[in-house]
């Protein structure tokens, strides 16, 4: 019989770890009474990301780099009101034990929500630096190149 790892803790107790790849598990023996002895197990599960808390991030995430290029301004509200739908979606995923990703869906809602107020505002002409006729990305890229001079050889 293979015996498991065992580890003795101050209070004179035997805490023997079980290796298993599902749920990690620790066996404490009390071996202060000789004649019976008492066995506890607490079992946690391995906690892990909701997969729609991660879409909800990249979505928002790419609803604002649409955005903010002014000519992808439409496909930027778009991107955003999915990110915001994934969000809610997401949200009853991660009310259950040992899964993790509230943040993700907080971070994902927000640039989702902030992608379509400034995408609305480029469609309607509201902004005068982000209007949807304009290439924000060229009209950055030539700034850096007229400001960096070195840039300009890449």
Known sequence: MLSSPTTTTSSGRTAVVDDDERVPAVRTVDRSEPTTSRVITAT?????????????????????GATLTGLLAPLGFAAGAIAIVLGIAGMGSVRHSGV??????????????????????AITNQLPWLHSDTNEVANLHNWLDAHISWLAQW
Request: proline content about 2%; charged content about 0%; hydrophobic content about 60%.
């Open 44 to 64: 946690q599960p391995w906690a892990h990301v909701s997969g729609l808390a991660t879409l909800c991030l990249m979505m928002g995430t790419a609803a604002a």
């Open 100 to 121: 993790t990703g509230h943040s993700l869906i907080g971070l994902g809602v927000l640039l989702g929500a902030a992608s379509m107020l400034l995408a609305y505002l």
